[in-house]
């Protein structure tokens, strides 16, 4: 039996992110399967986050993506405006420079202030599934525009392919665990899931060289809420992840993978035996071939953020608790969401 395929993405300061193979996951025998399986739920387990390569979302796909993504950040300021995130039951619409604030859980509360003391250099649109009832997407209109037309098309159905991923992710959890591979089915069928588009300004360099000694960030020190995020990054990078030294380490782009990483929500889940590691977003330097060694291009990137079906009361997962009790009461999906992002606009 051939081995899957598994190398080391990021190792630096005890922080080890895996680079998996999902293909083995997909197609491979029952045993590489399960191998597949066990090295996703191991590095969720360890790191928090893994980098997945041949996974089943087309190369042409993302770019489309993200084409369509700059061309809405490029439009009007005011266009953009009339979009405007309307409230966290809903959690859609536009949200200008400074508007999100750092949300932390109830625990690390005393690093709220200092992380909204310096205001995150971004911009994002967040769209949801369509069709739910008092809670419309912020569309530009597409009368008379074939840009916009195209965007509401292309976000729709990456909308729908990302849910398909997630909902393999997860029976790859499922299978790692022990547990029926169909286990989570009932809770990720819904795609009560946000897919988030992100541009990051071109600024220059002075903006970075705060006087008073704070570190000026893209997006400030996080944990993720619901259950994965999938980050598409573009060449330009940023993304670090808190080791258990307490140091940032670069989570460098990898042509062709997705990263991924588990949030706040399904570490309560698996009773903290999987980990919600903090991140951040900073401004990787100017390329040493740039004609502007001052200014910092800018830089868009896309997530997905995964949630269970809103309706869905979650609690300990089987095999968490026996032993050492359930560490958390157990509280409905949506529910648990809207408080995080309530404290988060």
Not at 174 to 197: C, P
Request: aromatic share 10%.
């Amino acid at each position: 039996m051939a081995d899957i395929h598994v190398s080391q993405a990021v190792a630096q300061d005890d922080l080890v992110i895996p680079l998996i193979d999902f293909s083995a996951f997909l197609s491979g025998t029952p045993a590489q399967k399960h191998q597949t399986a066990q090295a996703i739920l191991n590095g969720f387990q360890t790191a928090g986050f893994i980098y997945l390569s041949n996974h089943p979302i087309p190369a042409s796909t993302i770019s489309s993506v993200f084409a369509n993504s700059a061309k809405f950040f490029d439009r009007p300021q005011a266009q953009k405006d009339a979009l405007s995130w309307y409230s966290p039951e809903a959690n859609r619409g536009y949200s200008g420079y400074g508007r999100e604030k750092v949300s932390l859980p109830d625990e690390d509360k005393g690093e709220v202030e200092k992380l909204r003391a310096v205001p995150d250099l971004k911009e994002s649109l967040e769209i949801g599934r369509e069709g739910e009832e008092g809670m419309p997407n912020m569309w530009p209109p597409v009368d008379g525009d074939d840009d916009a037309k195209t965007f509401k098309e292309v976000m729709l159905g990456f909308h729908d392919t990302c849910k398909d991923l997630h909902m393999q992710l997860m029976r790859a959890i499922a299978l790692g665990m022990g547990i029926d591979e169909s286990w989570f089915d009932g809770f990720t069928d819904g795609g009560d899931n946000t897919l988030r588009l992100l541009h990051y300004p071109g600024v220059s360099k002075k903006v970075f060289q705060r006087a008073d000694g704070q570190l000026q960030v893209r997006a400030g020190e996080h944990s993720d809420y619901g259950s994965l995020t999938l980050l598409f990054q573009d060449e330009r990078g940023g993304l670090q992840v808190r080791s258990p030294k307490g140091t940032f380490v670069n989570a460098t782009p990898i042509p062709g993978t997705i990263v991924i990483n588990a949030g706040d929500l399904l570490a309560r889940w698996s009773n903290d035996t999987i980990k919600s590691t903090k991140h951040r977003v900073v401004e990787p330097p100017p390329k040493a071939d740039s004609s502007d060694a001052e200014t910092y291009p800018p830089r868009y990137s896309v997530a997905y953020f995964c949630n269970p079906n809103f309706e869905r009361v979650i609690e300990a997962l089987p095999g968490t608790y026996e032993e050492s009790g359930k560490k958390y009461e157990g509280i409905r999906s949506g529910e648990y969401l809207v408080k995080r992002l309530t404290a988060t606009y």
